[in-house]
């Protein structure tokens, strides 16, 4: 069965950098896109782009453009998402998500703590 | 962008009733390739992740209850749960897929009355 695991919870400072890594199994991984979605505390659901392990080409939201680098590693079938000059309100659940157009498949989340 | 409106915001149902969260689209979210409309309806429950429960406005996903059925054209939707249950409660989001970015509703929180 499909199954996407995401590394560990993350507390860092403001102005730092966090990587979340994705490790898939149970497709072919360079077969579809991988997607990122975030959610801050209380909030809704919020994209961030995409990359295309294949090829590795990106889709970035604009809202996050100049400040987010989607990965990936085919030979280990693992995506990476890094968010730099991190503020407080990046505090988030972060999720990677395969798309097959909808979102059917979920990582577990990974929450990042940004706090001084 | 595609906005998602989502309405209402929260809802409170008697167990066994019925439940309807509506979710409109600023644009229509018909694709042509594919001859559907991409939205998708997702449930989230605490300290989870999504759970997609409809694709394509209206296809059950497989394994989700039948009281779940999804309805809507052009640039209206909706969500139905038919038979309320005490697992239902949860949130509930609407999505496009139609174009980037891929955007959701503001979410539907169900509650038990």
């Known amino acids: 069965q499909v199954q996407l695991e995401q590394s560990g919870a993350e507390v860092k400072k403001p102005g730092a950098s966090v990587k979340v890594s994705c490790k898939t199994s149970?497709?072919?991984?360079?077969?579809?896109?991988l997607h990122w979605v975030r959610q801050a505390p209380g909030q809704g659901l919020e994209y961030m782009g995409w990359?295309?392990?294949?090829?590795?080409?990106?889709n970035y939201a604009q809202h996050f453009q100049g400040r987010v680098t989607m990965t990936s590693d085919a030979s280990i079938s693992t995506a990476y998402m890094e968010l730099t000059s991190l503020r407080s309100d990046d505090t988030a659940v972060y999720y990677c998500?395969?798309?097959?157009?909808?979102?059917?498949?979920w990582g577990q989340g990974t929450l990042v703590t940004v706090s001084s | 962008d595609i906005v998602m409106t989502q309405s209402p915001d929260s809802l409170a149902v008697s167990l066994g009733a019925r439940a309807t969260i509506h979710c409109k689209s600023s644009q229509s979210v018909f694709h042509s390739s594919t001859s559907t409309h991409h939205l998708a309806w997702y449930q989230q429950k605490a300290g989870q992740p999504p759970k997609l429960l409809i694709y394509?406005?209206?296809t059950r996903e497989s394994g989700v209850p039948d009281r779940f059925s999804g309805s809507g054209s052009g640039t209206d939707f909706s969500l139905t749960i038919s038979s309320l249950q005490a697992e239902d409660v949860s949130v509930y989001y609407c999505q496009q897929y139609h174009s980037l970015p891929r955007t959701f509703g503001q979410g539907t929180k169900v509650e038990i009355k």
């Open positions: 149970g497709y072919t991984f360079t077969d579809y896109h």
């Open positions: 990359i295309y392990p294949k090829d590795g080409g990106t």
């Open positions: 394509g406005a209206s």
């Open positions: 998500v395969r798309e097959t157009w909808f979102y059917a498949n």
